[in-house]
């Protein structure tokens, strides 16, 4: 099944390609079920995307419609992620994947690196994900690609449960924060305006849904209440695609704790929102 976006069968024509990486091997936490996310969002955005009249099927497209050509790789194994990500960024396409456990961001970066040197990453969760006395696992990507971003032009967007040694290592680093407490103090639009002016050229995006507000997006594997607004994180991706990106990911769609599909829309939303504003 490919997800609604897809427009086209050729690899070769595509400037965008979706990749579905449905492991969840790096992952310790009590919910099980992220490696479900890349066939339920891809279902889900067939059914509730598109609109039929008879023979006929209509997507419920972003207002500015959809003019990058999408194509959808089907899903691939962790062990091919250095390989087929190579294939899709050594052709100057857009891969957008989906998983799977935040882990599977490490490996994409890695490669997309190769080509782009350190990149200037967004990194949207809950959790810093900076943990360095454990490395290779969901809770430890921050702290594994450090050899492959820049720091000074990489932001993270949503934290709010930080562990001590995360704390340590996001001063360390010298690591920009935002947090939704900023959001609400400064509004979104000078928030955009930070993020905007901190991010350099070659952005990689990482988005894991937990940055959301559960009550927006109960379907993910570690839940954190207080989080950003569905249309706050939105509203950020479109700003930064439109700055243009090297690679945008989303991970940590939980389907079996999810509330009548709400998460696997929304994400399949925000996918399509992202891909409308990619210039």
């Not at 691939?76 to 961001?105: A, C, L, M, W």
């Not at 947090?179 to 990482?206: A, C, H, R, W």
């Not at 939980?254 to 990619?278: F, G, M, V, W």
Request: hydrophobic share 35%.
């Amino acid at each position: 099944m490919k997800i609604c976006w897809a427009n086209t069968d050729s690899f070769d024509d595509a400037e965008i390609v979706i990749v579905g990486i449905p492991d969840e091997s790096k992952s310790h936490a009590l919910r099980k079920g992220t490696s479900e996310a890349p066939h339920k969002i891809r279902e889900i955005s067939s059914i509730r995307d598109t609109y039929k009249r008879g023979d006929d099927i209509s997507l419920g497209l972003p207002l500015g419609g959809i003019a990058k050509r999408v194509y959808d790789y089907g899903n691939i194994e962790r062990s091919q992620i250095e390989d087929i990500i190579d294939k899709i960024v050594s052709r100057s396409k857009i891969p957008i994947s989906i998983g799977g456990d935040h882990s599977i961001t490490t490996e994409i970066i890695k490669s997309v690196a190769k080509k782009y040197g350190p990149l200037s990453l967004v990194y949207f969760d809950a959790h810093p994900d900076f943990v360095g006395s454990i490395n290779g696992y969901y809770g430890s990507v921050f702290y594994d690609v450090l050899p492959y971003i820049d720091t000074k032009t990489s932001i993270q967007i949503g934290i709010r449960t930080p562990e001590k040694e995360e704390i340590d290592n996001i001063k360390k680093h010298d690591i920009q924060i935002i947090t939704p407490f900023d959001i609400i103090e400064s509004g979104m639009q000078k928030i955009s305006n930070k993020v905007l002016d901190t991010i350099g050229k070659n952005v990689y995006v990482s988005l894991d849904m937990d940055v959301i507000d559960p009550a927006f997006a109960p379907g993910v594997s570690v839940p954190v209440p207080l989080g950003l607004t569905n249309i706050d994180v939105a509203f950020l991706l479109k700003s930064i695609a439109n700055k243009g990106i090297c690679g945008f990911d989303m991970m940590e769609v939980c389907p079996n704790y999810d509330i009548k599909d709400r998460t696997s829309h929304l994400a399949s939303r925000i996918i399509s929102e992202t891909i409308s504003s990619i210039q």
